[in-house]
């Protein structure tokens, strides 16, 4: 209507010059201005739920994802700054509302497939506290085949008796060719864990964020100093009698870093090839290398690269350059912003003894030398 409309006012326009021109013409500009404004400003009320999920991946692995997901996927070098991304929102959302207006049948706009269905995991991140699980799991989760529950389940430790579908409830959806994953530190040193993972499939895919015990356990004494100041010294919990040298170790801190006698219990339900071990330093030092390595043994395609990560000079650690579902930078070492307590070098000494024929066990177990000393 608004070309007709258009088409019978220009042609006169050319010759003769009327009031009646002027006003139709001003009426046609109102309704175009409208035609663009209204829509936008009832797409946000109405669609404000549906929003899309994007990932960015790299440009090799972008087409392959896009025809197989419908996900809102990006190759990294178009990936848009938040203002351009809030701006595609708007965009898929106001598509998908003309959709609706047009068809009356409601199809999600892109990126909102609520597709897949819930799993369990097919992979879990068991430990350890203090290691770097959590940056392991955000920075595998950047790619495209992985999705994981947000949150620590605990669901093999403290809540076994809600069963598997309580469980399988708490993952996200995912596509047949997708990943699911979990972490829950405290699995590692729960007794019971390999057992009851192994009953869930003993196919099951393990890794294990490993770091020097002693800088693991000054780290989970740090962090739990902050949530409890009256805690006694760390000397104090540490040791039975310091100057035997005698060390407690039903103490969590110290128990946590016996990676040897942890894995013993693991290697009685799983192979060792079902373990892959992620050394918590060199996820500071080289975090796409050890990357490299988590995605080879999930059998997944080497997306996560050294693309994704810059290294934050003041912080000292390696942050993501897109977190997914946040607008601020992701860091290694982010909870560590504190300062270590600071331990004398007599208790590190004789704490550094006390591990290294449980660390020299560990190396010999995984066949690898993670060099702590
Ligand atoms: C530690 O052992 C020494 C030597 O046997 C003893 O004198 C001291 O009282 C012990 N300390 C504690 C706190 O048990
Ligand atoms: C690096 O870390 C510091 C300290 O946490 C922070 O203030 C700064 O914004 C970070 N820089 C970048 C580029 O992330």
């Given at each position: ?46 669609a ?26 990006l ?22 509302t003309h959709?609706?207006?047009r ?14 269905n ?16 959590r ?71 393990l ?10 356990a ?17 000397q104090?919990l540490?040791?039975r ?6 060390v407690d ?22 192979p060792?090839a ?31 690269t ?29 909870s560590?912003?504190?300062t ?34």
């Amino acid at each position: 209507m608004g070309c007709v409309l258009l088409f019978n006012r220009l042609l006169p326009f050319s010759h003769r010059f009327t009031r009646t021109s002027i006003g139709l013409l001003s009426l046609l500009l109102s309704y175009l201005c409208y035609c663009a404004l209204f829509p936008a400003d009832t797409i946000m009320q109405k669609a404000g739920d549906l929003t899309p999920s994007c990932q960015w991946v790299p440009a090799d692995g972008a087409k392959r994802r896009l025809q197989k997901s419908f996900s809102c996927v990006l190759p990294l070098d178009a990936r848009p700054s938040s203002v351009e991304a809030s701006r595609l929102k708007t965009d898929q959302r106001a598509s998908s509302t003309h959709n609706v207006a047009r068809n009356d049948t409601p199809s999600p706009p892109m990126g909102y497939v609520k597709f897949g269905n819930k799993k369990l995991p097919n992979a879990i991140i068991v430990g350890v506290k203090k290691g770097g699980t959590r940056a392991v799991l955000e920075f595998i989760r950047i790619h495209p085949d992985v999705r994981a529950a947000g949150t620590e389940t605990h669901f093999f430790d403290r809540n076994y008796d809600r069963g598997l579908e309580w469980y399988r409830g708490l993952m996200p959806r995912t596509l047949e060719s997708q990943i699911t994953m979990e972490k829950t530190p405290s699995y590692f040193v729960t007794k019971e864990t390999p057992h009851r993972i192994s009953a869930m499939s003993r196919d099951t895919k393990l890794i294990v964020v490993v770091r020097d015990p002693v800088t693991r356990a000054i780290s989970d004494y740090t962090q739990t100093l902050s949530k409890t100041p009256d805690l006694p010294s760390f000397q104090e919990l540490a040791f039975r009698n310091q100057t035997l040298g005698i060390v407690d170790t039903s103490w969590n801190a110290i128990r946590i870093g016996l990676y040897a006698l942890h894995l013993e219990n693991w290697l009685h339900y799983f192979p060792l090839a079902q373990i892959h071990f992620v050394s918590g330093e060199r996820l500071i030092t080289d975090p796409a290398g050890e990357l490299a390595r988590v995605q080879d043994f999930l059998g997944l395609k080497r997306i996560v690269t050294d693309k994704h990560f810059y290294f934050n000079r003041t912080k000292g650690f390696p942050c993501l350059k897109k977190p997914e579902s946040s607008g601020s930078p992701r860091c290694l070492g982010k909870s560590k912003g504190r300062t270590h307590v600071q331990i004398d070098r007599d208790a590190i000494e004789q704490l550094r003894d006390f591990y290294r024929p449980y660390n020299v066990k560990f190396y010999e177990m995984v066949g690898h030398d993670f060099k702590w000393e």
